[in-house]
Structures are given as C-alpha cells and as structure tokens.
C-alpha cells in the first residue's frame, strides 16, 4: 500500500492557498492529513474540507511537526521566515514563493519539462513565477525541434496574480466606473478597470522590473541553458485568473514548420492547441479559466526572421501558473517516495 | 487673407467621424463650411456645430460638389463607392479606410514622420490604420540614430478600434458581468469584458491577421523602407480607446544609449515621455485617452539582444490613431495650398 502524507498550505486563506485545498480536496492525491495555516488576520476561520470543518492555524515555526510536504504561497518574506522550520521538522516545502528560486541549491521545476531536477532538493522545491510557467509550457517542448536561441514575450497578466484582493478590485473598479462614481486604487498603484499598466513590482537599473527578471532568469534555470536569451514586458490587463502572452521564438538554426510545431505542442503533456483558424479559435481568458491546461494557438512563421516562429499562449494563473504546478511537483515527489 | 476649405465628413455619426467634427470645431482650421455626411440610418439627424444645429446628410456620389477637403471614415466599402466621386468634384479626399492605404499613388501620411508625401496625392491621401501610426510614432525618430533592422509589436488594442458600437459593448457586457447577466457578443465575435482576444480580422494563409498585415506593410511603405523587418502580434483587450504596444526595435548596427534615445524622443513632435521609473510612471491608457500625444515609456535596453532596445507606448486610437492624424494631414494639405 503507498504511503499516505501529511500535508500543510502555508497561506492557506490567499487565492493560490485555496486553489492548493481544492486540489487536494478533489483530486487523487495520497493524502493522510491537511493542516490550514495562515497569519493571524484568519484566526478564528475554519475552512471545509471533504465535508470537514477545518480551524485556520496561526502559523508558527511549529506549525510544521508531523508534516510530510508544505506548500508555501504566504509571500516571500512568509517562505523566508517559515520555510527552513518546515525543512527542519522533515518536511519538504513546495514554495509558491520568489524567495528561493535562484538559488543554486533549490529545484524550480516545472513537472512537463524538468521533474528529474525534483530529486536534487535539500528541503525546499520552488515553484516558479507564473508567467514563466505558462510561457515555458508551451516554449519548451519546442527544443526537441531544435536549439532554441532568443525568446522575446509580451504578456497580458490577469489581476490575480497579485491575490483574491486584487481580483476584487478589478471587479469592484469596473463597477464604480460604470456608476460613474471614481475609481480609487488600493490593492495595485493604479486603476485596473479599464486600464493596463506596466507590472507593479520594482524597477531595476537595467530597466527592467522585477516580474520581467524573473522571467529572463527562471527561463534559464528550468531550461538549463544559460546561453539562452530572453526579454520580457510585463503588462497588468483587467483581466480575472488566466493570464496571456505573445512568445516569439527564435531557433539557432532553420526553424522548423508550423505543422511540425503544431504535432509537438499537441503531443505534449499539459498543452492545448488553440489554433483553429478557420473556426476563428486561439487562446482566450475566458476559455483557460479554471481549466489545467495551457492553451497555444496562433502559430505562424515570422514574417521579420526566417529562424523565429510566434505563438500567443494563455494559462490559468492561479492553476497551471501557481497552485496546480506546485501539486504536480508533489504528486511527482510523492512517486519518487514510493519508489 | 489665406483661403478657406469647404470640408466634408464621409461618416460624420460613428466614432472617428464625430472626433474629426470636434477637431473642425474647437482646433484652428481656415474653414469655411462643414457638411456632415453618412448613410441613411442617420437620415434626418442634427448635429452642433459651433453653434449651429447642422443636418446630417446622406451620403450621395453628388454630395461633394463645392467641397475642398473629405474627410472619410465609413469604412473600407463606402470609401471605395463614393472617394472618386469626392476626387472627381475637385475635393482632396482624406481617407480613414483601409481601401487605398497600399495603392503605389496613393500617399500613406504621418504629418510628423512623411509630411512630404502629401504633395504627391492625386486626389486621395491615405491614413494610416491605428496601430501603425501610434507605434511608427515612437519609432520613426530613432532612425535618425542608427538604421532600423527588425521591429516586433505586440499589441493591446482598445474597443474603439471597432467603432463606437463595440465601445458601447465593452461597457455593457462589463455590467452584465457584475450583475451575473449572460454576455451576450454582438458586435465583436467574442466576450470582450475581462476577456482578450486575437483581433478581429481575417486571418490569411500565413497565419497573420489583417492588421498585423497593415502594421508590416504599411510601415515600410510610410518609413520607405522595405527591407524593414516587421511582425505583429495584435490583440484586443478590455479598454476603452487608447491602444498600447508592446515594442521592440533591433538597429542593424550598434543599439544607440537609451540616454540618446530618450532625448530624441523628448524632442520628437506629437511624442511625450512617460518613463520615470522613480515615480512609476510609464504610458498606461487612461493617461492617453483624449491626449494628442503618444506616450512612450519602460525604454530599455533589451537583455537578449545587443542591438535591440524595448519600449511600451500608449495612444488615443480615436485622436493621433485616427481622427487626429486625418486632421493633421488635412493642415498640412492646406499649408501646401497656400504656399
């Protein structure tokens, strides 16, 4: 009989934190316990659970005893603070988290590309940015064609990437301006109803800001390939949960045909082909929300260089972009346990 | 005493018509008179015009007698029935519509990039479509800084793009969201409210769209560049009427310091610099909207390419997108006329 485990959601009351209950909730998952934790804001709260009335726990450094995995998605200073308690009491930590991502010893894995990389760890598996999720899902599969060279993205980012509050804006703005009453920022700097605006993280002195870093640098990582050259622009749209990128791709040599790109990206696991010209389909928000897989279409040769290809990808972000990739590196985890 | 233009507007009640009335209104113009046209859906209607309650006539081929200037903007198919009649009748006709943009006699004018081409119309004078002006605006100058190789778009086009109607319907399909009403499409071919989608035209055999075939040609045409190397990913997403683009620009040689870059655009007409990372400050639409500059901003040095640089833009597709930029073209025209 496999091993059942005992699990903990570190934030378990944020946007990713709730998708992680649900997951564990609804899916085959060899699971012996769950444990609820958060920061004291949600003391008192009790979530269900297969039909259970589950108390929110404050988290503490203790919080972690008897845990087998803990999904961290409570912010990086959160992971920080708490993450080498969860390691010490035995856990592995799957963290949701930017807080170790780059570094060297800590696996940033993204199950369809890189799982063998989860057997590395030393305690702590990071999950990577959402936008690089979504992005590499549908740019990785391509290498098999070919060496990959430069990656340039756009992306159209869904307010939940900055949580349930955020996403409540979106909704809450949209309505004030229809009311014409005025629309007054909280959650991000500036008004989301109706507007984008460059990614609210910092920016650093070479221009870029932090989201865009994380996708150039966590490319690289997941890949294995420091060689390879990517830039990013990292757009907020008001948009709910899934977010939407263009990827142009750029191979070493000749790029391969469309067709050829197409049979790959439909074979591979987690991707769907959105690409149906004729029935004038190609990834939308509206059609990758609350869906696992991530969605591709839009697959042309470049007309501007006859080695690059573009593609337009969109992904659930609290999914496949957060909550559902740190699972699977848990269910893959759990395998290499049973082994 | 210099002259004064009987003008015509070809589609006075729809979005671009109405911005090009405001501008013959409010801005100086040597004008002498001012003819609302359309079809006859808008039979009997009135419209103000300084003052005056003016007709709105419908729309005949004998409708431009005694007119010096016809602004068109009633799509493709009414451009083709009716701007030779408006050539014919002595009128400089300058159209909105895709219908003559390529045509080798034809000037394609942005007054601030090629104000030159003006003087070799035969009778119609193309502008460009939206998307390309309000990229081309912040791309242009820098041709004076190196040569252009290769420029990827992507774009995040606002509702009025499709007219006022789809305007309307952005607004109403948001409502019926926050009220948990269906959402009906019916002017655009799918939801537009907290949706984005792949824009709206046909899409040819090589897997582009119809306006990301305009942004490729119609640049090198208004650049006179056709070794240009241009691809455009172009989408619409939830916003009222300024477009942004995503935009990348590779020099054939060595890229020129973004100091430089950032001064040349400073001093460019019709450009205005958002790009204060201090203050956080880059083009967003809600800051373009009912602005005649384009603004740039997140200008940086691109991280994949040595000889490549980033940027963001912003622009009122009705004004410098549209209405505007005709407007502009027609000042310049009559500039010439009195020479």
Chains 1, 2 share one sequence.
Not at 269 to 294: C, K, N, Q, W
Request: charged share 25%; aromatic share 6%.
């Amino acid at each position: 009989m496999p091993r059942e485990y005992h699990v903990a959601i570190a934030g378990a009351t944020g946007a990713v934190g709730e998708e992680f209950r649900k997951l564990l909730e609804e899916r085959s998952f060899p699971l012996a316990s769950v444990r609820l934790l958060a920061s004291s804001r949600s003391q008192g709260k009790k979530l269900r659970f297969r039909g259970d009335s589950v108390p929110v726990e404050v988290m503490t450094p203790s919080s972690f005893e008897g845990c087998d995995i803990a999904f961290f998605s409570a912010g990086a200073s959160r992971s920080r603070e708490f993450a080498p308690a969860a390691v010490a009491a035995g856990s592995v930590v799957i963290d949701n988290s930017s807080a170790f991502r780059m570094e060297p010893d800590v696996p940033l894995v993204i199950p369809e590309i890189n799982p063998e990389d989860i057997a590395k760890h030393r305690g702590i598996i990071a999950n990577p940015n959402c936008s690089t999720i979504i992005a590499l899902m549908a740019i990785a599969p391509l290498r098999a064609l070919g060496k990959l060279r430069r990656i340039v993205v756009s992306t159209y980012q869904a307010a939940s990437g900055a949580g349930a509050q955020a996403m409540h804006e979106l909704l809450e703005q949209s309505r004030a301006y229809l009311d014409g009453r005025p629309v007054v920022p909280k959650v991000f700097p500036h008004p989301i109803a109706f507007n984008l605006f460059s990614h609210n993280t910092p920016v650093g002195s070479d221009g870029y800001n932090e989201e865009e870093r994380k996708m150039i640098l966590e490319s690289r990582k997941i890949l294995h390939d420091d060689s390879l050259r990517v830039t990013a622009t990292c757009i907020r749209v008001p948009i709910l949960r899934a977010h939407a990128e263009s990827i142009n791709v750029e191979f070493e040599g000749t790029r391969p045909p469309t067709s050829l790109i197409r049979e790959t990206l439909f074979r591979s696991p987690g991707i769907e082909l959105a690409d149906d010209v004729e029935h004038g389909r190609f990834p939308m928000p509206i059609e990758a929300t609350s869906r696992d897989a991530v969605l591709v279409g839009r697959i042309r040769e470049d007309a501007s260089n006859e080695n690059a290809i573009e593609m337009f990808v969109c992904g659930d972000q609290i999914l496949k972009g957060a909550a559902l990739n740190g699972f699977q590196i848990a269910l893959k985890w759990a395998e290499g346990q049973a082994q």
